[in-house]
């Protein structure tokens, strides 16, 4: 259980960082494609700053990061020699292809503005970001893998139990590999356009930066409502793959305890493990036409079911429906936001709202990470080992309990610091020394490149 | 091709990792031993951006190192993870704060702000390189795993005095490594200065590769069987010697791109030592080292893995060398500060 919360911090605490990396990596891309496109030197200045953010995000993001691929042998031990044959071969993957990747041409990106020339310097945004997509990819294919196991069989007994490749291709692509990862993925792209979003409300409501404020939270909502709709689909058909392979865990996610037909689907309610009932408001037979696209097929309940097969289903129910409210917050500041696009400053209230908006993905993101995570127990590997059988048998309480405290005293003070220099980031704004003056060496990519 | 040779390429591209971290890591690391001692704000900025671009793609090698464990052997990756608990967190937590302390430092213009974080840079790159010196010295001693592929070894025992010893010639080696990546690096008045720390990093290297080399020679004998056995095998310190011999005529010179280079041929040459003694074994069991030893044989993942590991080696290994090309050539020559710089 301790090996479990401290994985849970490592991973909540890392989480916060790589969807905003890989979806500012992407808004970075765009920008800077502007850039070379219309040389408007307003781009220029944006995607630096964007850049400036980036780099902050993604040492947060490395830095955190780095313990993950040690703590499944920490703390994992049985688990790592379960999964090595099927599991080790994506992490490898994912450092050799996507983290060498994404070090390397980040050099460029932060430190090349006046040593490479533009479309080198773009061509080095485009690595970075595709370098942190794939390793999102990688993680969510091994994770996939847990999720829904399959082309393995199991060898030998006990602790000396191996999972075993039999056919390559079906465990790279378990049946829910690519629908989660368009989800995950969706996920990340929101969080770096509310991000923006978020940020241009900001200037608008402090009237600073005109360009980066109107012009971009005009197009960020776009952007962002096109998103929405995508994630929308993207879910759907998650969801379906949920009730597909894991039926304990989707009837969880909508608290369905007895299995009847025409299954209503929980709009707002709250959950009674002692009487097994939700109370609140819910739309009967939902649920049905969701899943089945019928009014009538039942869902399995959870009663359909062995209890110690369980999970925690208040936790996963909360959280499902958290990320779906989420979903619902950012919807509505896109769709008021192109209502009022004419005059934000008319509605000062919305743009408080937008600029807090930047929690609705962030949650959305730890919730569905937690929907999925804590829905797969007790599981470690889904219907093939249980998370208690692939704990470390040698690592005591005290050096977890030790660890643990040392980790959180670390992340609380880092995380004090980030929000510290992002705060002071921001404040800045798009606006470089050689423009106040200073002694700088900073020139425009494209004034040094038409002087030689 | 025979699974035997599948796992024996395997450990070999472990093996090439984790020179090449040793190697690469190894400066970053020493700048960080050495940075604190550069004097002014203004010398501190230059030895930390010398780094800059670099040290977090070679950081990505010692992740390249555990996934290729991972992969290839997961037992040993499951083993040295779970044995060496605590000594990990520690390297890792040393890694969060240097990278945290690389990032934040120069982000306020006080003094005081930065002091700190150089503190905390200097302290960071000591236990890691601390850390991984006492891992690679109990390794070399053997630790306690069971039958059951367990390894129990209390803290106290973790800080035996010869791994203690194996973790300060890890720092004297990286200091030295980091000081003569930093001539090449620099100029002027603040290279003086760093060529005067070599002159002095240079024999206190010497004196615990010659200790150490005695003291493993006295505790675990058996490394030496396998030179004795094949005396070609003899080439290897013998190469070794020559190298090492360079650094000082190189420095006095002041031919420290030679220097660099022998540096590091130095350090690929010491770990290949290592290998030619302890191959086959991978961690030597103190308990019963016949039949509990992790083996490239016995802890190798399925043949279906290993020829998966080839083909992500093969592809990916020349992307990795592209990648560290590029940026090692745009970011060649001396270090200056600029407005994008730490």
């Known amino acids: 259980?301790?090996?479990?919360?401290?994985?849970?911090?490592?991973?909540?605490?890392?989480?916060?960082?790589?969807?905003?990396?890989?979806?500012?990596?992407?808004?970075?891309?765009?920008?800077?494609?502007?850039y070379l496109k219309t040389k408007n030197r307003e781009y220029y200045k944006i995607t630096r700053f964007l850049v400036n953010i980036f780099g902050l995000f993604f040492a947060m993001g490395v830095a955190t990061g780095f313990v993950q691929?040690?703590?499944?042998?920490?703390?994992?031990?049985?688990?790592?020699?379960?999964?090595?044959?099927?599991?080790?071969?994506?992490?490898?993957?994912?450092?050799?292809?996507?983290?060498?990747?994404?070090?390397?041409?980040?050099?460029?990106?932060?430190?090349?503005?006046?040593?490479?020339?533009?479309?080198?310097?773009?061509?080095?945004?485009?690595?970075?970001?595709?370098?942190a997509t794939f390793s999102a990819t990688w993680i969510v294919m091994a994770n996939s893998w847990m999720q829904t196991p399959s082309g393995y069989k199991i060898v030998g007994e006990g602790i000396y139990k191996r999972a075993v490749i039999t056919d390559l291709w079906e465990v790279y692509f378990s049946p829910s590999f690519l629908t989660r990862l368009g989800h995950v993925l969706l996920g990340c792209f929101l969080t770096g356009i509310f991000l923006v979003i978020s940020i241009s409300a900001y200037y608008v409501l402090k009237n600073r930066h005109d360009f980066f404020g109107k012009r971009m939270l005009r197009g960020m909502l776009w952007v962002a409502l096109v998103t929405l709709l995508l994630q929308l689909w993207s879910a759907d058909s998650s969801a379906r793959g949920v009730a597909r392979d894991q039926p304990v865990k989707f009837a969880a996610l909508e608290g369905i305890f007895e299995t009847k037909p025409n299954t209503p689907i929980t709009v707002i309610g709250i959950i009674d493990m002692e009487t097994e009932k939700v109370s609140g408001i819910s739309i009967?037979?939902?649920?049905?036409?969701?899943?089945?696209?019928?009014?009538?097929?039942?869902?399995?309940?959870?009663?359909?079911?062995p209890k110690e097969n369980w999970p925690h289903v208040p936790t996963v129910f909360y959280c499902y429906h958290m990320m779906i409210y989420c979903w619902g917050g950012m919807v509505m500041i896109a769709l008021l936001g192109l209502l009022f696009r004419k005059n934000f400053?008319?509605?000062?209230?919305?743009?408080?709202?937008?600029?807090?908006?930047?929690?609705?993905?962030?949650?959305?993101?730890?919730?569905?990470?937690?929907?999925?995570?804590?829905?797969?127990q007790p599981w470690i590997v889904y219907n093939v080992m249980r998370t208690s059988e692939g704990v470390s048998r040698v690592v005591h309480r005290s050096d977890v309990i030790a660890s643990l405290v040392m980790f959180i005293f670390m992340y609380s003070m880092m995380g004090t610091l980030f929000?510290?220099?992002?705060?002071?980031?921001?404040?800045?704004?798009?606006?470089?020394?050689?423009?106040?003056?200073?002694?700088?060496?900073?020139?425009?990519?494209?004034?040094?490149?038409?002087?030689? | 091709m025979p699974t035997e040779m599948l796992q024996i390429l395997a450990y070999l591209i472990v093996g090439a990792s984790v020179a090449l971290y040793v190697v690469l890591?190894?400066?970053?690391?020493?700048?960080?031993?050495?940075?604190?001692?550069?004097?002014?704000?203004?010398?501190?900025?230059?030895?930390?951006?010398?780094?800059?671009?670099?040290?977090?793609?070679?950081?990505?090698?010692?992740?390249?190192?555990?996934?290729?464990?991972?992969?290839?052997?997961?037992?040993?990756?499951?083993?040295?993870?779970?044995?060496?608990?605590?000594?990990?967190?520690?390297?890792?937590?040393?890694?969060?704060?240097?990278?945290?302390?690389?990032?934040?430092?120069?982000?306020?213009?006080?003094?005081?702000?930065?002091?700190?974080?150089?503190?905390?840079?200097?302290?960071?790159?000591?236990?890691?390189t601390f850390s991984l010196g006492v891992i690679l010295g109990n390794l070399l001693l053997?630790?306690?795993?069971?039958?059951?592929?367990?390894?129990?070894?209390?803290?106290?025992?973790?800080?035996?005095?010869?791994?203690?010893?194996?973790?300060?010639?890890?720092?004297?080696?990286?200091?030295?490594?980091?000081?003569?990546?930093?001539?090449?690096?620099?100029?002027?008045e603040?290279?003086?200065?760093?060529?005067?720390?070599?002159?002095?990093?240079?024999?206190?290297?010497?004196f615990f590769f010659v200790t150490a080399t005695i003291w493993t020679w006295e505790t675990v004998p058996h490394i030496t069987e396998a030179f004795i056995e094949q005396k070609i095998f003899f080439i290897a310190p013998a190469v070794l010697i020559l190298f090492m011999a360079c650094l000082p005529i190189a420095l006095a010179k002041k031919r420290y791109g030679y220097c660099f280079l022998s540096s590091m041929i130095t350090i690929v040459l010491l770990f290949l030592l290592i290998v030619i003694g302890t191959f086959p074994d991978m961690i030597p069991s103190s308990l019963d080292y016949s039949r509990n030893t992790l083996t490239l044989y016995n802890a190798s993942s399925q043949r279906t893995t290993l020829i998966v590991t080839m083909f992500i080696a093969a592809f990916g290994i020349p992307l990795v060398f592209l990648y560290g090309t590029i940026l090692y050539t745009i970011f060649r020559g001396k270090t200056r500060l600029t407005d994008h710089s730490y």
């Open chain 1, 1 to 34: 259980m301790l090996s479990r919360i401290q994985f849970a911090l490592n991973i909540s605490f890392h989480y916060l960082f790589p969807p905003m990396t890989i979806g500012l990596a992407w808004v970075i891309v765009f920008m800077e494609g502007l």
């Open chain 1, 69 to 131: 691929l040690f703590a499944f042998g920490n703390n994992w031990s049985q688990f790592s020699k379960f999964v090595g044959n099927v599991f080790g071969s994506m992490l490898a993957a994912e450092g050799v292809f996507a983290f060498f990747m994404e070090a390397g041409f980040l050099g460029i990106m932060i430190f090349g503005w006046t040593r490479v020339k533009p479309f080198t310097h773009f061509f080095a945004t485009i690595m970075v970001s595709l370098g």
């Open chain 1, 284 to 305: 009967p037979s939902g649920l049905s036409l969701l899943t089945y696209r019928d009014l009538h097929t039942a869902v399995p309940g959870l009663n359909e079911f």
């Open chain 1, 345 to 376: 400053l008319k509605r000062k209230w919305f743009l408080w709202f937008a600029m807090i908006g930047i929690i609705f993905p962030y949650i959305a993101n730890i919730a569905g990470w937690f929907t999925a995570e804590v829905g797969r």
């Open chain 1, 419 to 452: 929000f510290y220099l992002l705060n002071k980031k921001i404040q800045k704004g798009p606006v470089f020394d050689d423009e106040e003056g200073s002694d700088s060496e900073y020139k425009d990519p494209y004034l040094q490149l038409h002087k030689k």
């Open chain 2, 25 to 128: 890591d190894g400066f970053d690391l020493g700048v960080g031993l050495l940075q604190i001692f550069a004097g002014k704000d203004e010398h501190r900025r230059i030895l930390l951006n010398s780094i800059g671009p670099f040290w977090d793609g070679n950081e990505v090698w010692l992740i390249a190192i555990f996934g290729a464990l991972f992969v290839a052997f997961p037992d040993v990756y499951a083993v040295l993870l779970s044995g060496f608990y605590l000594l990990i967190m520690l390297m890792l937590l040393g890694f969060i704060i240097r990278g945290v302390a690389i990032e934040f430092r120069s982000k306020e213009k006080s003094l005081r702000w930065r002091y700190f974080w150089d503190g905390a840079f200097w302290f960071s790159s000591m236990i890691i």
């Open chain 2, 142 to 188: 053997g630790v306690p795993i069971t039958v059951e592929r367990e390894m129990d070894l209390p803290m106290s025992e973790v800080f035996h005095p010869y791994s203690v010893f194996i973790g300060m010639f890890a720092i004297s080696l990286f200091a030295t490594h980091g000081s003569l990546f930093l001539l090449m690096k620099t100029e002027g």
């Open chain 2, 190 to 206: 603040l290279q003086h200065r760093l060529h005067n720390f070599a002159k002095y990093l240079i024999p206190l290297f010497y």
